[in-house]
């Protein structure tokens, strides 16, 4: 990939501009681009000057072997980077907070360090051991990491259950039994009442001794406000004073880290412990989210603290960025028991680079995580989820309507959501609902609460909710969707079906109208839920909607089938007596349907589906809703929820599905504006220390290009700001003589100086000599072709080698937000 995209730069870069394209003088950006400021990331007011004592994801020392872009791309600069002192020095090579990384340096710094092993192991037993080792780290580290994520998604489930059954009453056998494994041992236990056991009582139960009568009802419903109450008050109280950043969903962060962004302490310890802590609590308090998304941030806070038992995921941040790639596919794997979705998952969904090692290793991850989840066993039931189901009648050609249907709704209703929800957000940020998180959490909850618990459809947890609705009616069965009368049919067809269409009875009636409003409930309270300040995934709310839906639509041709069998639409494939329609199938349709619409998944979300069921027969159902929901969504709106969080927070994420289709060029969008101030530059030879430090302190850009002179402007490196500044200091403290007159060469031979000067400081080891580079007319579009493919945070613009100016990711964005006419503004980061 990078031979072909170093040729293409080469293409464009190189290419002669006539003498117009030139500007007369340099100007340097405006001081709007300062992103030293306070800003609300996912859901947590933070100031940029904070460090974190968490593990940063930059974290690692400067190694001498780490290199600069290969020589080859420009045909310029030296192989690897020289350090100024002789010595290794603590940060350099590394970034700063809130900034992007530089993909091409990890990637070389990578082939570097690879290359030495390569080479050493050839001279002693001892280095190729280590070789050996170094080649199987990576297979270790994710045997890890399906380990660790497994483990702790199977405690999540186990403890999640119960407190949503504590909500409702408490086992006498043990107060850590839940509901289900309460009743287990039972021998009391009826067939009409095959849930309810001596050894479980109820709140009312406990207290006034009875479960009869309205009082009973009212102190069982206190009961459930107060423990929903209690639990969203934990949930959000730890968040607040101990992880900010383990709120939300975790996604869209996600996302924008693989990208190359770095966000210091999403991803440590104390974010691992606070968010599987409170996605319990949020989880168990009855509020409209689920744990799918959270999971996945928890699988990459898994991914990345275990890196640090590596040095060369350590060290390097495009390697790491390659185990939280697969550590998102754990993620997904563990919360739908679908391994190989997760790994389309995070192929298709959020990841940025995706390599063919990261795929087998991702698919490794997956099954270690699948495997330990299914060893703990948290549903009891031998499966890796609550809602795993298995339907046995196949569907007609007929039914594709309906389940097209579903898909027009899905994509309606995740269109709708994201921009319902978007706009609750802003509303959040920006004026003072957002200044009380606690509060709007507990009157979220205290609402939800209210409303939900008279529905035994919306009281029941999400997950609950989901199983019952997928659920395939039997005789047998005393759930009450499948309260159906007796039909008297004696046809061939029937003798020996016990899944036979039967007329709908009294209880499926209620049934329909408590899921009417439920659905109703759902849509609703899910718009205010996501992006509160607890850990909240949008898988399970979205995937409910649809079901909800699904299972309406599924009854509803149920009984059209039963009373018009001879109509031209059912006559031939569905015969008096013959089990024709399935609602559950329906319901698992429409809520892939839903979760597509606002995700905008696609393959992906197919395979989880299908892993849900083990039916092959269905998955041309399944396409089929999915497509036209993602059609329909595309249509009201191109961005999914995580892309529109990503642009509600500002983050500098160039998204590889947007087309930039605007004829504009490079000299279009660079800085400086002919109107601006001068750019700042470096000379190669010429300034002082003093001179170079009052530049760096009197600016906030994150590097500087490096000219021969101020009057010839021709190019000749960049170097990073975080480099200058530890290299500068450190030559104060270890080399003597370095004052503030001391000269700053740059240089490969340093020029001579006087007797009675201070010794010159050189720093041209720190100097990137093969900077990218595009021309002024460079058209726009191959641009953020090459800084998506090669992940850039900086490009310089050159005409004839002479400096013109700079153009970064963040002018990229607010380029396109320009054309998209949304606020340039928005875009905080670069």
Sequence with gaps: MFHFLSSLYRKYADRGMDNSGSFDSLHHPSEDDDDDEM?????????????????????????????????????????????????????????????????VREKSKDRDRHREITKKSRQSTAALLHSVSDAFS??????????????????????????????????????????????????????QERDSCPQWQSWAELITGTSEGAFPYIVNYLMYMVWALLFALLAVTLVRAFAPYACGSGIPEIKTILSGFIIRGYLGKWTLIIKTITLVLAVSSGLSLGKEGPLVHVACCCANILCHLFTKYRKNEAKRREVLSAAAAVGVSVAFGAPIGGVLFSLEEVSYYFPLKTLWRSFFAALVAAFTLRSINPFGNSRL?????????????????????????????????????????????TTRLGHYPVMEVLVVT?????????????????????????????????????????????TEAAVGNSLADRPAGEGLCTAL???????????????????????????????????IAGRLLGVGMEQLAYYNHDSFIFKGWCSPGADCITPGLYAMVGAAACLGGVTRMTVSLVVIMFELTGGLEYIVPLMAATMTSKWVADALGREGIYEAHIRLNG????????????????????????????????????????????????????GFPVVVSQQSQRLVGFVLRRDLLISIDNARKRQEGVVSASQVVLTEHAPPQAADAPPHLRLRGIL????????????????????????????LVTHNGRLLGIITKKDILKHMAHIANRDPDS????
């Design 446 to 490: 205290a609402l939800t609460g209210v409303l939900a618990y008279p529905n035994s459809y919306t009281r029941m947890s999400g997950a609950e909710l989901i199983a019952e609705l997928f659920n395939d009616c039997s005789l047998l069965d005393s759930s009450q969707l499948c309260g159906y009368k007796q039909a008297n049919i004696t």
């Design 513 to 547: 109208w408590q899921l009417a409003l439920a659905l109703v409930f759902k849509m609703m309270i899910t718009v205010i839920t996501f992006g509160m300040k607890v850990p909240s995934g949008l898988f399970i709310p979205s995937m409910a909607v649809g079901a």
């Design 138 to 191: 990576g297979w270790l580290l994710m045997l890890l990491v399906g380990l660790m994520s497994g483990a702790l998604a199977g405690g999540i489930d186990i403890a999640a259950h119960w407190l949503t059954d504590l909500k409702e009453g408490i086992c006498l056998v043990g107060f850590w039994f839940n509901h289900e494994h309460c009743c287990w041992t039972s021998n009391e236990t009826t067939f």
């Design 39 to 103: 800003v609300d990331i996912a859901g947590a007011t933070l100031d940029f000057s904070n460090t974190d004592d968490d593990p940063p994801l930059s974290s690692g020392d400067y190694e001498e072997s780490s290199s600069s872009r290969a020589a080859g791309m420009n045909g310029n600069g030296p192989g690897k980077l020289v350090d100024p002192l002789e010595d290794p020095l603590a940060g350099l090579g590394t970034y700063e907070d809130f900034n992007t990384i530089d993909w």
């Design 651 to 702: 983050y500098p994420f160039l998204e590889p599905k947007e087309e930039f289709d605007h004829s504009s060029l490079t000299v279009d969008v660079m800085r400086p504006r002919r109107s601006d101030p001068a750019l700042a530059v470096l000379t190669q030879e010429g300034m002082t220390v003093g001179e170079v430090e009052a530049l760096v302190e009197s600016t906030h850009y994150s």
């Design 768 to 795: 990137d000599l093969s900077p990218f580079t595009v021309s002024d007319h460079t058209p726009m579009d191959i641009t953020v072709d090459i800084f998506r493919k090669l992940g850039l945070r900086q490009c």
């Design 385 to 429: 989820v609550l809602f795993y189901v298995e339907f046995h009648a196949p569907w007609h050609l007929v039914e594709l309507a309906p389940f097209i249907l579903l898909g027009i709704f899905g994509g309606l209703w995740g269109a709708l959501f994201i921009r319902a929800n978007i706009a609750w957000c802003r509303l959040r940020k």
């Design 827 to 830: 875009i905080l980061f670069n």
